[in-house]
């Protein structure tokens, strides 16, 4: 059986030719093998979650340090069984292969903020770095601080650093201006901004900064690097992916680890992610498309609609 492994990674850099390094990360990941993807590339930098054998991996982390550029940086790495990522139909074989995409686009985490190219780490305007191992230590000594969660909610509910502050309506980044004046009562505080690998809280910890807070940190290498070194200690539950593992964890089996997540309609403990649309009392589908935990009791006491039943259903019109 061939070891699978995914890559989560991200640099901000200097790109002068998007479009050419585009080309260039497409015949590397083609020449390796590289199981699937997606792979943002920006005038910033670069943004980057792979799928491959350990060795296509391994390599592709060897080309990628022998540049320059982005010879610093840091790759977190999981495990998987080689079905990260949707398949597609090759054009050319008529065969299904996983999908890699690779853009070119103008942010690197899209914000649709105004003058957002002044914030982040190529200007100097981003949060103070904290590792995993002074942020354990702050948590498990007397400091004052506040762990902010810069994820969208539905990634909170599976997972989260205990005690840790969730902003009300943040579903999306771009969200972030009209939520952050709910920290308004923490400007004079110390405050720690995390996310899964790092890359939204070189934003979001600039844009603190340029809202007026001043003590400002950001979790470096964001909350995998955390999980990996301190499982199931502080952090409670799982951590949301961007693939089709949708979840994972580290040393899930021990007694430690706890299921944070609830069902959204039943309030049972469970972990189970779903497209889902609510009903009435006469089990009519509602509109509205919503994301979130629904346990498999709910759904199979159609307490909710699944994309299926909807899209089997010819008569609802739900847009």
Same mark, same amino acid.
């Given at each position: 059986?061939?070891?699978?492994?995914?890559? $989560?990674?991200?640099?901000?850099?200097?790109?002068?030719?998007?479009?050419?390094?585009?080309?260039?990360?497409?015949? $590397?990941?083609?020449?390796?093998?590289?199981?699937?993807?997606?792979?943002?590339?920006?005038?910033?930098?670069?943004? +980057?979650?792979?799928?491959?054998?350990?060795?296509?991996?391994?390599?592709?982390? &060897?080309?990628?340090?022998?540049?320059?550029?982005?010879?610093?940086?840091?790759? &977190?790495?999981?495990?998987?069984?080689?079905?990260?990522?949707?398949?597609?139909?090759?054009? &050319?074989?008529?065969?299904?292969?996983?999908?890699?995409?690779?853009?070119?686009?103008?942010?690197?985490?899209?914000?649709?903020?105004?003058?957002?190219?002044?914030?982040?780490?190529?200007?100097?305007?981003?949060?103070? @770095?904290?590792?995993?191992?002074?942020?354990?230590?702050?948590?498990? %000594?007397?400091?004052?601080?506040?762990?902010?969660?810069?994820?969208?909610?539905?990634?909170?509910?599976?997972?989260?650093?205990?005690?840790?502050?969730?902003?009300? +309506?943040?579903?999306?980044?771009?969200?972030?201006?009209?939520?952050?004046?709910?920290?308004?009562?923490?400007?004079?505080?110390?405050?720690?901004?995390?996310?899964?690998?790092?890359?939204?809280?070189?934003?979001?910890?600039?844009?603190?900064?340029?809202?007026?807070?001043?003590?400002?940190?950001?979790?470096?290498?964001?909350?995998?690097? @955390?999980?990996? &070194? @301190?499982?199931?200690?502080?952090?409670?539950?799982?951590?949301?992916?961007?693939?089709?593992?949708?979840?994972? %964890?580290?040393?899930?089996?021990?007694?430690?680890?706890?299921?944070?997540?609830?069902?959204?309609?039943?309030?049972?403990?469970?972990?189970?992610?779903?497209?889902?649309?609510?009903?009435?009392?006469?089990?009519?589908? $509602?509109? +509205?498309?919503? @994301? +979130?935990?629904?346990?498999?009791?709910?759904?199979?006491?159609?307490?909710?609609?699944?994309?299926?039943?909807?899209?089997?259903?010819?008569? $609802?019109?739900?847009?």
């Amino acid at each position: 059986m061939l070891d699978f492994k995914v890559l $989560l990674y991200y640099k901000f850099v200097p790109i002068e030719n998007p479009e050419l390094f585009k080309k260039q990360q497409l015949a $590397l990941c083609q020449k390796l093998g590289i199981h699937g993807g997606r792979i943002i590339v920006t005038k910033e930098g670069i943004n +980057g979650t792979v799928e491959g054998t350990k060795s296509a991996t391994d390599e592709y982390i &060897k080309i990628m340090h022998s540049d320059e550029r982005f010879s610093d940086v840091k790759f &977190k790495i999981s495990d998987s069984d080689g079905n990260g990522f949707p398949n597609i139909i090759d054009p &050319k074989t008529g065969q299904p292969k996983p999908k890699l995409s690779i853009k070119v686009r103008d942010e690197l985490v899209t914000t649709d903020i105004e003058n957002i190219e002044e914030i982040g780490p190529i200007t100097g305007k981003t949060g103070k @770095y904290i590792s995993a191992e002074q942020l354990h230590e702050w948590i498990h %000594g007397d400091k004052e601080f506040y762990i902010v969660d810069m994820r969208n909610d539905y990634e909170y509910e599976v997972g989260h650093f205990d005690g840790s502050v969730l902003l009300n +309506g943040f579903k999306n980044f771009r969200d972030l201006p009209k939520v952050l004046p709910q920290l308004d009562s923490l400007k004079g505080k110390t405050i720690v901004t995390v996310c899964t690998g790092g890359i939204r809280c070189e934003k979001a910890s600039g844009v603190l900064l340029e809202s007026g807070f001043n003590d400002v940190y950001q979790l470096k290498d964001g909350i995998v690097t @955390y999980m990996e &070194k @301190y499982p199931n200690e502080d952090f409670l539950g799982k951590l949301y992916v961007f693939d089709q593992r949708q979840i994972m %964890g580290f040393n899930t089996a021990d007694k430690n680890h706890k299921i944070v997540g609830k069902c959204r309609v039943c309030h049972s403990q469970s972990e189970n992610l779903v497209d889902y649309y609510n009903r009435n009392e006469k089990q009519e589908i $509602l509109p +509205g498309r919503h @994301y +979130g935990i629904v346990c498999e009791d709910c759904i199979n006491s159609k307490k909710v609609a699944l994309d299926t039943e909807v899209i089997n259903d010819k008569t $609802l019109n739900l847009a």
